[in-house]
């Protein structure tokens, strides 16, 4: 199994609230309360193009929940920002190697 393929099949939490209507659109995963960037800057996790990307990594290191993060991120096709300690490019990278 790849990295990628190892990465995906993380399970998606199942969440404990039923939320209907507009609602269910707007809901974060539920692993987001869990998740260490929701106490932190939002700012580190978007660097401007060839910024630092170093403390959104250091952060990521620490949560509990980096891997279904990664996985959010890689089974929604995120494009920009930090998630799961992985630039975009490095997701765009898992991504082609996979294939």
């Avoid at 700012?43 to 193009?49: G, N, S, V, Y």
């Avoid at 490019?89 to 294939?99: F, K, L, Y």
Wanted: include cysteine.
């Amino acid at each position: 199994m790849s990295d990628l393929e190892r990465v995906i099949a993380v399970p998606a939490s199942t969440p404990t609230v039923k939320w209907t209507g507009i609602a269910a659109l707007i809901t974060p995963e539920p692993w987001v309360q869990d998740a260490l960037c929701a106490t932190t800057d939002p700012e580190i996790f978007h660097p401007p193009k060839g910024g630092s990307t170093a403390a959104a990594k250091a952060v990521c290191a620490r949560c509990d929940v980096r891997e279904q993060c990664l996985a959010y991120a890689l089974r929604t096709n995120q494009t920009e920002s930090i998630w799961g300690g992985k630039s975009a490019r490095e997701r765009r990278t898992m991504r082609s190697n996979a294939a």
